[in-house]
């Protein structure tokens, strides 16, 4: 039985046709579906270009070349996007918006600019692309998924990532992505979500403060299958 519950969940997807590449919008989708399966009221709302940023309980921020990535970056510095994150809202960043909520990034020429700085991690231009598959071990699970990016993240030394890389590069070969506090950063492209509903149901979990019931849908199915295909046989 999905427990009910009356609050509303808001889930804002900022700035979908800056930070979406690969799809990364349908990571809200794929939160506010898993939400309303377990019987809690879920609002999606994509935040455009020159809307106000509103309050939600999760900001998911996607993937973007270079370009749209420092305008994205530029737009979320003079928005209300820092003080809601500093009052207790869920991010989840995906590749760009991983760069963005550091201290700086660098993209194509190696001009260095500044990020949000809600993170302490810094983005450095990498001597080549990484291009192709990331599978990553968080705790017992593998974050299944694959990368594009020229950056090359370090963290800083009170800051977790969110994952040991299996294959792949992530950040820096060895690690990918971060978290802290309540904010969670990955280069997985999927829609990372929609390939990992495990994580979808943490970061639902994280929010709602309980655990939700399992679910056994088409995606947890082709997770499952992912995992199986990965193991050494
Ligand atoms: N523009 C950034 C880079 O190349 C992020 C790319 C992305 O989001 N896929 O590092």
């Known amino acids: 039985m999905a427990r009910e519950v009356n609050t509303v969940l808001t889930i804002a997807t900022l700035l979908p046709d800056l930070?979406?590449?690969?799809?990364?919008?349908g990571n809200g989708l794929v939160l506010a579906q898993r939400a309303r399966q377990r019987g809690v009221h879920a609002l999606l709302?994509?935040?455009?270009?020159?809307?106000?940023?509103?309050?939600?309980?999760i900001y998911l921020?996607?993937?973007?070349?270079?370009?749209?990535?420092?305008?994205?970056?530029d737009l979320l510095?003079?928005?209300s996007f820092k003080q809601r994150v500093d009052n207790g809202a869920t991010v989840v960043?995906?590749?760009?918006?991983?760069?963005?909520?550091?201290?700086?990034?660098?993209v194509e020429g190696n001009d260095r600019y500044q990020g949000l700085g809600l993170v302490d991690v810094e983005t450095t231009r990498g001597t080549s692309r990484s291009v192709g598959e990331l599978c990553a071990r968080v705790g017992?699970?593998?974050?299944?998924?694959?990368?594009?990016?020229?950056?090359h993240t370090t963290l800083g030394p009170g800051i977790s990532p969110f994952g040991q890389v299996l294959r792949g590069r992530g950040n820096d070969g060895a690690v990918d992505g971060y978290r802290t506090g309540r904010i969670w950063a990955t280069y997985a492209h999927g829609p990372v979500l929609a390939l990992n509903p495990w994580l979808a149901d943490?970061?639902?979990?994280?929010?709602?403060g309980y655990e939700l019931e399992p679910m056994q849908s088409v995606a947890d199915q082709l997770y499952a299958e992912r995992c199986a295909a990965l193991s050494p046989r």
């Open 77 to 79: 510095s003079k928005s």
């Open 202 to 208: 943490l970061v639902l979990e994280s929010v709602l």
């Open 19 to 25: 930070l979406g590449t690969y799809g990364d919008g």
């Open 61 to 73: 921020l996607g993937g973007g070349e270079d370009g749209p990535q420092r305008l994205a970056c």
């Open 93 to 106: 960043a995906v590749c760009a918006g991983l760069q963005i909520l550091g201290h700086s990034f660098s």
């Open 140 to 151: 017992d699970r593998t974050l299944v998924g694959f990368e594009n990016h020229g950056g």
């Open 45 to 57: 709302v994509p935040v455009e270009l020159g809307q106000e940023i509103p309050e939600a309980s």
